[in-house]
């Protein structure tokens, strides 16, 4: 009996050193997956139209301005006889991190009021990424207004409509095609503010 004493030790210590062996390799896995690149979606496709006191702002420049914690990235586009411009859906292959970046995704109208002079129509910021189905809806058909004032308005989050101050906010000259779907109304706005007030009140 006593001689199958150290036989055991022996196959308890075996144990032991996989069992170790097998965490470390699973928290160094770990560690090394937040170095990995992976693919964030950078900026929608993009199709709107550019309008001045409602008519079509032809053979006009179109700038995209792109960020991403420190760094910039601008292409641009022009408006046909309609008014109307394009730009491609805009990925980035970035390095995962354990903290929070800044994204954004920026549209202006060059040389306008005057010569030199942007004007911002369009701007959507967030934390990592814009991956958002609101984001995509509202920006497959926009009208931007030079001559409109610029407005707040808060993106739903479709991907859960139950977390609903999830999703960031746009600042823009330009109206929607589907806006109902995609972005919060004043009243709808409202509702959500009386709603977290009284669960505020009843914590």
């Known amino acids: 009996m006593l001689g199958r004493q150290p036989l055991l030790t022996k196959l308890m210590a075996i144990g032991l050193g996989l069992t170790l062996s097998g965490l470390a390799s699973t928290a160094e896995a770990g560690v090394f997956d937040w170095f990995k690149r992976t693919e964030i979606k ?3 496709e993009i199709h709107g139209v550019i309008t001045e006191q409602g008519k079509p702002v ?5 700038k995209r301005r792109l960020y991403y914690e420190g760094k910039e990235q601008f292409d641009t586009t022009t408006t046909d006889a309609n008014g109307q411009f394009h730009f491609p859906q805009k ?9 929070d970046v800044s994204v954004a995704m920026e549209l202006y109208v060059t040389n306008y009021p005057t010569a030199n002079e942007d004007d911002l129509v369009f701007r ?4 990592n990424h814009l991956n958002y189905q609101a984001l995509d809806l509202i920006l497959s058909e926009m009208q931007c207004e030079l001559a409109a004032p610029t407005k707040n308005e808060q993106l739903k989050y479709l991907e859960d409509l139950n977390l609903a101050d999830i999703a960031p906010a746009v600042l ?3 109206s929607f095609t589907h806006a109902d779907k995609a972005l919060f109304s004043e009243e709808e706005l409202q509702r959500l503010i009386e709603e977290d007030a009284k669960n505020i009140e009843h914590f």
């Open 91 to 99: 990925t980035r292959k970035v390095r995962r991190v354990m903290f």
């Open 42 to 44: 950078w900026s929608p």
């Open 172 to 174: 823009s000259k330009c």
């Open 58 to 62: 032809t053979d006009q420049e179109v």
């Open 124 to 127: 959507v910021a967030n934390l």
